[in-house]
């Protein structure tokens, strides 16, 4: 009974500290985030033609806590939507903030991505009671894209202050006369599109010649402003900052891109005929690791491979099955010494001067074999007489890429400097991403056509052409909105058309790869079309043509094929695998074999594979709304 007693004062203090804690939390928060209030905020703004505007603001607080000084801080993106003569649309544009000042008071100033802050005060003092500051800042902002008219949008009373404000005074004085009929005003939160009723009677304003008055009556909560626009004849400001200079600098250099890749490509990329020659066996000396290069250009795992197949047929291993997943090869003979480079590099690293080896226990280990094999097999064709591709092919290719990186990090950093957005940064970062992709596996799809199926190419396309048309499409439009220029947009699109169609076709041949690669063609079609009779024949005059065939095949992606069309054709297992209880296959059936073959390529396929650890936006909206003109920001104290 104590213990349950005892166990019940525990939960109640329980309750309790929940309850004190729940209650006293918004009290503390509230504390925290004031301090202070703001007994008299004078702003004047003096607007010059040129769309500049000059802001001096007095700040009268009182501190109720200790604290070093206030800070300030000025929103420099703005974006809105106004009609034009013709429809409704976006205006995106920026500010610079010059000519920062504070009179009496040291400060320090801050360049944030999307604001400037200026923090007032010092860190060694301390402050409590009334403190007046006085602050000048210069604004420029971009010439006005509006059709029909110009407009002063601007937030004249911060609406991200962390303390009331009792009362405001904002005197904006224009350099010529305006309508004072076209003046609208909003009073709320940032994002309101309309006056918050329980506010908009707080505020009131009158206009004296070229100077709109803006005063305050009655207290102002945080996160309260006040927004202005005024709308104005077109024409009336004048010589205002333009982004010209970052258009015509695009101009230039989407145009060079797009020159520059097409160059390249026609000097590298332009292919010979080739010409397909009827084949029965693959290229005389070239084995099948040496096709898969000669068909793409790269030295694939699938490659690799390939060489058990073919050594084990050439009699130089054997291959046991243990049980469905686990293979086990066995060297039978060394190596001769006229054997090639990378045949000795795949070998020696298979067995590591063992006799048999599992193919489990390659796991990881054999990576490295198999990029040395990879590298070796590449060097057999660099001599002259014998490169399958011409020297500038790897070498244009990389020059296309780097000229892409160039094109989209100059449109990036302009973007980013005109517009002085995060998201737009991280926007264009993400089209570039997907427009890489799209590269990547238009290139695969190219390369690789005559070693995917039929079915592989078509997704790779599919893959391709998918996002290479959302990457373009999202960078027209990302493009025509923000800039507002047609043709730039268009040029954007035509560098990164030309540099998909350079890089995808840049793989040209030298006439000795065209020749070898009409046989290779040739002989694929071959197993591709040939019919029962004539296979027949062929194992009839040599029985291990089926086998010898086989790796070629496999590098091929036709290895299934192949062994179909054997179905119904007498041919004698193997000499080179054992099976499960470690004979020689006496009965056969081909496409039980070719099961056998599949689950040991894949065993040894994935033995070439280091594991890889995983490594552990926002929107605004559009419309006339508070917080919507350039300026404002906000206030806080530290």
């Given at each position: 009974?104590?213990?349950?007693?005892?166990?019940?004062?525990?939960?109640?203090?329980?309750?309790?500290?929940?309850?004190?804690?729940?209650?006293?939390?918004?009290?503390?928060?509230?504390?925290?985030?004031?301090?202070?209030?703001?007994?008299?905020?004078?702003?004047?703004?003096?607007?010059?033609?040129?769309?500049?505007?000059?802001?001096?603001?007095?700040?009268?607080?009182?501190?109720?806590?200790?604290?070093?000084?206030?800070?300030?801080?000025?929103?420099?993106?703005?974006?809105?939507?106004?009609?034009?003569?013709?429809?409704?649309?976006?205006?995106?544009?920026?500010?610079?903030?010059?000519?920062?000042?504070?009179?009496?008071?040291p400060y320090k100033i801050e360049n944030k991505i999307e604001h400037k802050i200026i923090k007032i005060g010092d860190k060694d003092k301390n402050i409590i009671g009334n403190k007046s500051y006085k602050l000048s800042y210069l604004t420029k902002l971009y010439e006005d894209k509006i059709d029909g008219y110009d407009q002063f949008y601007c937030n004249i009373l911060p609406f991200y202050n962390e303390a009331p404000v009792e009362n405001a005074e904002i005197n904006i004085v224009m350099p010529k006369k305006f309508d004072k009929d076209n003046i609208k005003l909003i009073v709320g939160s940032a994002g309101d599109t309309f006056s918050n009723p329980k506010y908009e009677k707080q505020v009131d304003y009158e206009v004296k010649g070229k100077t709109i008055i803006v005063k305050t009556h009655g207290k102002l909560p945080p996160k309260v402003g006040i927004t202005l626009a005024v709308k104005l004849p077109d024409g009336y400001f004048k010589d205002a900052m333009t982004n010209n200079l970052s258009v015509v600098l695009l101009y230039i250099i989407c145009g060079f891109i797009a020159l520059a890749v097409m160059a390249l490509w026609?000097?590298?990329?332009?292919?010979?005929?080739?010409?397909?020659?009827?084949?029965?066996?693959?290229?005389?000396?070239?084995?099948?690791?040496?096709?898969?290069?000669?068909?793409?250009?790269?030295?694939?795992?699938?490659?690799?491979?390939?060489?058990?197949?073919?050594?084990?047929q050439q009699g130089y291993l054997d291959i046991r099955q243990e049980d469905k997943q686990e293979f086990t090869v066995i060297k039978k003979k060394e190596l001769p010494p006229g054997s090639k480079r990378y045949e000795f590099a795949f070998f020696n690293g298979l067995f590591k001067g063992r006799n048999e080896v599992r193919l489990s226990e390659l796991s990881g280990s054999f990576y490295y074999t198999s990029q040395?094999?990879?590298?070796?097999?590449?060097?057999?064709?660099?001599?002259?007489?014998?490169?399958?591709?011409?020297s500038g092919v790897s070498f244009s290719r990389v020059a296309v890429s780097l000229l892409d990186i160039?094109?989209?990090?100059?449109?990036?950093?302009?973007?980013?400097?005109?517009?002085?957005?995060?998201?737009?940064?991280?926007?264009?970062?993400?089209?570039?991403?997907?427009?890489?992709?799209?590269?990547?596996?238009?290139?695969?799809?190219?390369?690789?056509?005559?070693?995917?199926?039929?079915?592989?190419?078509?997704?790779?396309?599919?893959?391709?052409?998918?996002?290479?048309?959302?990457?373009?499409?999202?960078?027209?439009?990302?493009?025509?909105?923000?800039?507002?220029?047609?043709?730039?947009?268009?040029?954007?699109?035509?560098?990164?058309?030309?540099?998909?169609?350079?890089?995808?076709?840049?793989?040209?041949?030298?006439?000795?790869?065209?020749?070898?690669?009409?046989?290779?063609?040739?002989?694929k079609e071959f197993i591709r079309i040939a019919e029962k009779d004539r296979l027949e024949k062929m194992?009839?005059?040599?029985?291990?043509?089926?086998?010898?065939?086989?790796?070629?095949?496999?590098?091929?992606?036709?290895?299934?094929?192949?062994?179909?069309?054997?179905?119904?054709?007498?041919?004698?297992?193997?000499?080179?695998?054992?099976g499960s209880y470690g004979t020689r296959l006496d009965m056969f059936d081909v496409m039980i074999f070719y099961s056998m073959f599949n689950s040991c390529s894949r065993n040894f396929d994935s033995a070439m594979n280091i594991p890889i650890s995983d490594g552990g936006f926002f929107s605004d909206g559009g419309g006339f709304s508070v917080g919507g003109g350039f300026g404002g920001g906000g206030m806080g104290s530290w």
């Open positions: 009974m104590s213990r349950l007693n005892s166990n019940s004062r525990k939960l109640s203090l329980f309750f309790v500290i929940l309850f004190l804690g729940t209650f006293l939390m918004p009290l503390t928060r509230v504390n925290a985030q004031g301090g202070y209030e703001v007994k008299d905020y004078k702003i004047d703004i003096n607007v010059n033609e040129n769309a500049s505007a000059y802001f001096a603001e007095k700040i009268d607080v009182n501190f109720m806590e200790y604290r070093h000084g206030i800070y300030r801080w000025i929103t420099l993106p703005i974006k809105w939507k106004v009609k034009d003569a013709n429809n409704n649309k976006t205006i995106y544009s920026s500010i610079k903030v010059d000519n920062i000042a504070v009179v009496s008071d026609y000097k590298y990329g332009r292919d010979a005929k080739v010409v397909k020659t009827v084949e029965f066996e693959p290229p005389e000396d070239i084995t099948s690791a040496e096709l898969g290069y000669i068909i793409d250009g790269h030295v694939d795992q699938k490659d690799i491979v390939s060489l058990l197949f073919y050594f084990a040395l094999t990879g590298e070796l097999i590449e060097s057999e064709f660099e001599s002259k007489g014998k490169r399958i591709f011409p160039f094109g989209f990090g100059v449109i990036g950093l302009l973007s980013f400097f005109a517009f002085r957005r995060l998201w737009l940064l991280i926007g264009l970062g993400v089209i570039f991403t997907v427009f890489v992709l799209g590269m990547f596996f238009g290139i695969q799809a190219q390369d690789k056509y005559h070693s995917y199926t039929k079915k592989k190419t078509l997704l790779v396309n599919a893959i391709s052409l998918g996002t290479m048309a959302i990457s373009m499409i999202a960078m027209f439009f990302t493009v025509k909105i923000y800039f507002d220029n047609i043709i730039l947009a268009v040029l954007v699109l035509a560098m990164m058309g030309t540099s998909y169609f350079s890089l995808r076709f840049m793989q040209s041949r030298t006439r000795y790869g065209t020749e070898l690669f009409g046989k290779i063609l040739g002989f194992v009839e005059s040599n029985p291990e043509y089926f086998y010898n065939v086989l790796p070629y095949a496999y590098v091929m992606g036709l290895s299934k094929k192949w062994c179909k069309k054997f179905e119904g054709i007498t041919m004698e297992p193997p000499t080179w695998w054992i």
